[in-house]
């Protein structure tokens, strides 16, 4: 039978990709994205109503995002020499890098297991990929890199820092190492920087080649799509122009801008979540049978028994976690839990224990 027009049409590489899927999540414990799990202060909320009802949103937003940009530089002390990027999320400013830097041939080099749209993004941009795994106990095997890199030359190296799914901040001493024998750029993707207090933000004047990426989704604001990257003028001047004009809309320049403006009450959440953290981590050491990795993230990677079956019977509990089993062989039998509020904690605790005692 002769192949369908898009199928002859769209490329192979396209057709073979399954779409990045997200579960349903209506009225369960939702644990499976690395959301911030707390709402805004009232007083706050209230002034966001506020601003939105006078919004033109007849008009295009500011293309420049001068206001956004300058009171992100300030509130998150980015070095007064380097500049910033602003994406709809920090996948865009991956997808942004990718297709600046995919020349033929290059490769995009990163970890593995690490963050799946890495992989994904370097197959839209038509770029190889070389994935290096990490030791078993998700460290970064510095000899390892250090020979791919040789070998690879690749263009970019994509690292994050604490890295998902594990949850672990690399060594800063084994980090550097590689940005300094990279011949390409190096991007650390700090998606997870507020949980975890370590940062390259302050090395980006040491080296030439290297980019570091935030966004604002796991501190609070998941909903407006909001991430950046940092650096050098040299990089940025470029990227810029693959930005899409107007790429940030209206409301999250209003919003992002207002909420910046209190960034104590974004800190002061992340502080919570990294508590909460401390007692979950505690609490399934305690239940037996489970290997618990440390994190620095606002999540927790753990390994169990039948963690398939334990996945869906918790999902059937109203209780959507992240199953990572299959996903690595690294990763056998292990689920990722989202740091919650307290009370959400307790439940999923609660029902794990159940389970694991009815199993
Ligand atoms: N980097 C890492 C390591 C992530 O885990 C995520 C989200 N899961 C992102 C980047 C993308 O975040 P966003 O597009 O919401 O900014």
């Not at 994935?131 to 078993?136: A, E, M, R, S, T």
């Not at 994050?160 to 024998?181: C, Q, R, V, W």
């Not at 980006?204 to 991430?227: E, F, H, Q, W």
């Not at 801008?257 to 104590?264: C, E, F, L, R, V």
């Amino acid at each position: 039978m002769a192949s369908s027009l898009p199928d002859k049409i769209i490329r192979q590489e396209i057709l073979a990709l399954s779409a990045y899927h997200v579960p349903p999540a209506e009225n369960m414990i939702k644990l499976d994205a690395m959301e911030n799990p707390y709402r805004l202060p009232s007083f706050l909320s209230e002034e966001i109503s506020r601003i939105t009802a006078d919004v033109s949103i007849n008009r295009y937003p500011d293309p420049y995002t001068t206001a956004l940009r300058k009171t992100l530089k300030g509130a998150l002390s980015i070095p007064s020499d380097m500049e910033i990027m602003l994406g709809n999320g920090s996948d865009e400013i991956i997808q942004i890098i990718l297709l600046a830097t995919a020349k033929p041939g290059a490769k995009l080099l990163t970890v593995e297991p690490g963050f799946a749209m890495f992989k994904m993004i370097a197959t839209f941009a038509h770029m190889e990929y070389v994935g290096v795994p990490l030791k078993p106990d998700f460290s970064l095997d510095l000899d390892m890199m250090l020979d791919a890199i040789a070998s690879h030359q690749p263009a970019v190296i994509f690292l994050a820092y604490p890295n998902n799914p594990s949850g672990n901040l690399f060594d800063t001493y084994t980090l550097e190492k590689i940005i300094a024998a990279s011949p390409g750029l190096v991007v650390i993707d700090e998606a997870y920087h507020p949980f975890a207090g370590k940062s390259f933000m302050n090395k980006l004047a040491d080296y030439p080649n290297l980019l570091v990426m935030r966004t604002l989704s796991k501190l609070g604001l998941a909903g407006l799509r909001l991430g950046f990257v940092a650096g050098r003028q040299e990089w940025l001047s470029h990227l810029e122009k693959l930005r899409l004009p107007y790429n940030i809309n209206v409301i999250t320049q209003l919003v992002a801008t207002k909420i910046m403006q209190h960034y104590d009450v974004l800190q002061q959440q992340a502080e919570s979540v990294k508590q909460t953290r401390t007692q979950l981590c505690h609490f399934l050491g305690k239940i037996g049978d489970i290997e618990v990795y440390p994190s620095d993230a606002n999540f927790v990677l753990f390994r169990i028994d039948n963690a398939g079956q334990i996945f869906r019977q918790l999902q059937q509990r109203g209780v959507l976690i992240k199953n990572l089993d299959n996903s690595h062989p690294l990763l056998k039998n292990c689920l990722r839990v989202t740091v919650g509020t307290p009370e959400e904690n307790d439940y999923f605790c609660s029902t794990l224990q159940d389970l694991i005692a009815g199993n």
